[in-house]
């Protein structure tokens, strides 16, 4: 049980959210490659949520809404639409609550992906697969039910609880020069950049955005939000635009936002999958991408890494590389 | 520096491996996973060797062979024949000890893996790729050079290297049940049942082999070595027989050998992948497989398993899937 967060988050905030959160979710490990090092001239720290519940850091800003919940409103459950990771995130953080979820999926997404949800205990709604099915979908379940809806990253409570990804990295990592992650709605990054601020403030949080959905980076520039022309990325977690309450946090917190293309991006994921042996998704390659492209700008420093997640179709993607 | 090593390791001379073997390889984690032990029942504790140095617990054998050259054997460097992950364990080992290698490997062997083994530093001998090939050049190559050979698995030092996963595994978590490896020339196998005797007897050592290549097995019940009819597996870390000094030790020393179907192995191995995000190669999925086929025998014990090594041809291996 925390108190509610309509606002962006306070230092007390993200430390009773990750005191909330310790021992509900899994502390991942911090993974290091000597050859990475000798590859980058930097010492580099990646915090594994590959490894996370439902295999990504996204179940960390689901618990963080669900206990955030009055009892009225948990009574009532909570809804969400997504195809991806945040989709299992949310059922999996409801069901451990004991609190019912109601998922919007389009009819298209993987079986995979609906079976994995259902596991989790949710109630799937099928939709057709246009955002406006989607989101017309979800409003109707909310409607119907009085769920409260978790907004993917556009919300607080789900900021607060990326946060901790971080926190927990610098708990064990000391003396960060750069944390690393890649920016889709915002969520993570927002969430990273307010950790930083609050807990190392020396620490400079650099974005990574693939080419073909560098909104962020457009908006950065320009000062206000720019929505991407295109989602023709493989990095499926990436396909959203960054939301405003993110973007506000985002602004004026971060040192940078770097770009890579499609190419670098695969190359690097499959880069850590054959020389580190862990597989983690095209999402979490960007930074990683980034961080060899850009060697020149970490040499000499201590570089922490979020691995966002590694659900991936196997078959599908390598057939990509 | 150790000690020459003729017979049988004793609990001393495996003592004096891991003691000389500790910081110079690598202390792998063990990765647990809730759904592997509510699947199964047991509770899974795995020995991810995949993140080993050359990414197998090969190089633990290799360490430990040169570790016991005498300065003028040195002097001479060491040789092998190999296609796989004894090859570059042998390489790096020997660079790291400041000792040349040669390595005599099939013409048609994998670009990747000749590269990788020449760029630990060895000079790489090819030859047609028949084991009565690779024989006659690795001897001829001694014979030339005055190198010491160091044989994969059917040789005392290699076996007391292999010993040191699981003394490592035992060291972090006790009172094991059991602990399952694979079994392809024996190294492994032979280095666990002694590692196991010796401290602590009351876990029961238990090998794995694909059904392709059971001769293992057929051994053990008929009571003396029988070779494979073929080496018809996907598991190329396999595709050989056990070693009469290694099967010298396994037939005294197992508690059971369990049989796998190729498919029951690479759905374990995907499972892997998929579930706890690691990668692990077809011969590491092996005891997977053995666990997930026979959980009844596991049911509420404490099981270890050797996961051996994590180098794949990832476009190969996938097509398999």
Not at 276 to 283: G, L, V, Y
Request: proline share 4%; aromatic share 6%; with cysteine.
């Amino acid at each position: 049980m925390l108190p509610p967060l309509n606002n962006i988050p306070t230092k007390t905030d993200l430390e009773e959210t990750f005191s909330a959160l310790s021992g509900m979710v899994t502390k991942t490990p911090v993974i290091t490659s000597m050859t990475l090092d000798s590859l980058t001239g930097a010492k580099v720290f990646l915090k594994a949520e590959n490894f996370q519940k439902v295999g990504a850091f996204k179940y960390r800003g689901g618990c963080s809404a669900i206990l955030r919940l009055t009892d009225e409103q948990k009574k009532n459950g909570v809804a969400a639409h997504s195809s991806g990771n945040h989709a299992q995130a949310v059922a999996l953080a409801a069901r451990n609550m004991g609190v019912k979820s109601y998922i919007v999926m389009p009819k298209d997404a993987p079986l995979v992906k609906k079976d994995a949800t259902r596991g989790y205990g949710a109630k799937i709604i099928e939709c057709e697969s246009t955002i406006e099915a989607r989101e017309t979908t979800l409003a109707e379940v909310v409607r119907k039910t009085g769920a409260t809806e978790i907004h993917p990253y556009n919300y607080y409570p789900v900021i607060a609880g990326q946060a901790t990804a971080s926190m927990e990295l610098m708990d064990e990592v000391s003396d960060l020069d750069f944390i690393l992650a890649p920016i889709g709605g915002g969520g993570l990054i927002s969430g990273t950049c307010l950790a930083a601020k609050y807990f190392s403030p020396k620490t400079k949080v650099i974005g990574a955005e693939p080419t073909e959905v560098n909104e962020a980076l457009l908006s950065l520039k320009k000062g206000e939000l720019v929505k991407n022309k295109s989602l023709n990325t493989l990095a499926d977690g990436l396909r959203t635009n960054i939301g405003e309450k993110n973007f506000e946090i985002v602004k004026n917190e971060i040192h940078d936002i770097l770009e890579v293309s499609e190419k670098e991006m695969m190359d690097a994921m499959k880069w850590v999958w054959e020389r580190m042996k862990i597989i983690i998704e095209p999402s979490s390659a960007v930074p990683v991408a980034a961080l060899l492209k850009y060697d020149k700008m970490f040499n000499g420093k201590r570089v922490g890494i979020i691995i966002t997640g590694g659900n991936v179709e196997l078959k599908e993607i390598v057939s990509k590389l």
